[in-house]
């Protein structure tokens, strides 16, 4: 062996052993009663969420219960107070159509005013009465049933109401069946916008509805 081989041996034996001395050490492994009581901990945690989890489930079914007795519970409210407001108004007509009036003006006059009674009845649930009779045809609210040559009522506007319509708050019930003007003077509001001719709109109306009946 020569002086070198010599000298490595004494370097690597030494330092060898110091890294092997100076190592970690294995961690312990659990004991069985430790496992145990990990797996008691992890299964109470696990009924405890479960547990949680359909409590909450029970809570929202419950929730949306109560809301859908209560919703219920207000259109059975509003269709008594309509109800409530409805049968003095039937009561006027059965004893309008009960009694023989040989009078036709008076008969007349008293279906009015049970008429004017039913009116009220709808105005105080929100319920409005669409006669555009002299405005501007719209067609959120208007149906065109018909257009006339006329200079009565500004161009584009509703010159006659066939059949009023309905809406309560912001819902279309029914639209206004109007017959629209055309030929007339164009209104200022709406040379002032320069908006398009409602005629034309009106005139595709009319032939949407033309094409649907002989469909």
């Known amino acids: 062996m020569n002086d070198n081989e010599r000298d490595n041996e004494q370097q690597v034996g030494p ?3 110091t890294e092997t001395s100076g190592a970690a050490a294995p ?3 659990l004991s069985r009663e430790e496992l ?4 008691e901990l992890a299964k109470a945690e696990i009924e405890r969420l479960t547990d949680q989890s359909l409590r909450r489930q029970a809570e929202l079914i419950n929730y949306r219960r109560r809301v859908q007795k209560e919703q219920a519970q207000t259109v059975i409210a509003a269709q008594a107070a309509l109800l409530e407001g409805l049968v003095p108004v039937i009561d006027d007509f059965e004893r309008a159509v009960e009694t ?4 036709a003006g008076a008969y007349h006059e008293g279906m009015q005013i049970i008429l004017r009674s039913v009116h009220k009845v709808l105005e105080s649930i929100g319920v409005e009465r669409i006669e555009p009779r002299g405005e501007a045809f719209d067609p959120r609210y208007h ?3 018909g257009r006339h040559e006329t200079d009565e009522v500004p161009d584009g506007h509703v010159l006659d109401v066939c059949q009023a319509g309905y809406r309560l708050n912001d819902r279309l019930i029914r639209p206004a069946s109007v017959v629209v003007a055309f030929g007339g003077a164009v209104a200022e509001s709406d040379a002032a916008e320069d ?10 109306l009319l032939a949407k509805d033309g094409e649907a ?3």
């Open 27 to 29: 961690p312990e492994e």
């Open 36 to 39: 145990d009581l990990q797996l």
């Open 195 to 204: 908006r398009p001719e409602p005629a034309i709109e009106v005139d595709a």
């Open 15 to 17: 330092g060898t052993e």
């Open 143 to 145: 149906e065109a049933i």
């Open 213 to 215: 009946e002989d469909a």
């Open 100 to 103: 023989e009036s040989k009078d």
